[in-house]
């Protein structure tokens, strides 16, 4: 649960009961439920590692992933296939001159309300100013599924992710909204987001003991991969920026409402 429901609602109980037992469960009259659980604090921390840019180091390119899961599942979509895929990027990336910095970013306490991205973005305010692109990788790895991008940013960042997709010959549903997940917290300072995916019906397991590795198949990764360090390349890479860094004012408003119904952190 988001600290910030505790601190709005108090400790509120909450139990997870797997399909099938909650369908055997409507047959019976009455059914007693004993629940124990503990708050305690815990520290966490963010795991981050950077190839410096070498004509204009002070732009940064993130490529963000959450290393947490929700406790006592295997978490193999959401969201060890996601680091996987950084990593790869990361390894894929190495000898490659770059002119702007690529960070690689891989959080904690996304599954607890976005914690560590949050935490990164207020220690890094000024930096940020700096910051080009988020390329998020969020649930990864179904092994039957399709690959989806969510766009918080300008139309021409749509248009050049669209561009890129289409050269490559990877086949994408893209749309412009927010997605919630780490790169929420960068829009909120006003840095531009592209978040890769597999939709898949695998997702429907996510968050659930069924999230495990079986579910994953290496081709899963291939086509998100080849576009995600595709983008980071031709970004880190190009002369000049090939498209407007800036949220357009209608996802700017979408950003503001996520975080003040889910949160209820809005300044």
């Known amino acids: 649960m988001p600290y910030e429901w505790r601190e709005r609602f108090g400790s509120l109980p909450a139990v997870y009961v797997r399909y099938r037992d909650a369908v055997e469960l409507l047959g019976a009259r009455r059914v ?19 190839r410096r840019g070498s004509k204009y180091p002070d732009e940064v390119v993130y490529v963000t992933a959450h290393l947490d899961s929700v406790y006592g599942v295997p978490g193999a979509i959401d969201n060890a296939g996601g680091v996987a895929l ?17 960070r690689f970013a891989i959080f904690s306490g996304e599954e607890l309300g976005l914690r560590g991205s949050l935490a990164h973005v207020e220690q890094n305010k000024d930096s940020l100013k700096n910051a080009v692109l988020v390329v998020n990788l969020d649930v990864h790895g179904a092994a039957l599924g399709s690959t989806s991008v969510i766009v918080t940013g300008s139309k021409s960042l749509r248009h050049s992710v669209e561009y890129l997709a289409r050269r490559l010959g990877v086949k994408v ?9 780490d790169s929420a917290s960068f829009a909120r300072s006003s840095v531009p987001s592209v978040n890769i995916f597999r ?13 495990s590795r079986e579910l994953l198949h290496p081709l899963a990764f291939e086509l998100p991969g080849l576009l995600a360090l595709e983008l980071v390349r031709e970004v880190a890479c190009a002369e000049e920026v090939p498209f407007d860094r800036e949220i357009p004012e209608e996802l700017r408003k979408k950003v503001d409402e996520y975080f003040k119904k889910r949160l209820g952190i809005l300044e």
């Open 32 to 50: 007693r439920l004993a629940l124990a659980q503990e708050y305690r604090d815990a520290e966490s921390f963010n795991v981050i590692a950077e």
């Open 199 to 211: 939709s898949s019906g695998a997702n429907s397991g996510m968050h659930t003991v069924q999230d």
């Open 173 to 181: 549903d893209v749309s412009e909204d927010v997605m919630s997940s």
């Open 86 to 102: 950084a990593l790869a990027v990361a390894r894929a990336l190495r000898g490659v001159e770059l002119k702007r910095t690529v």
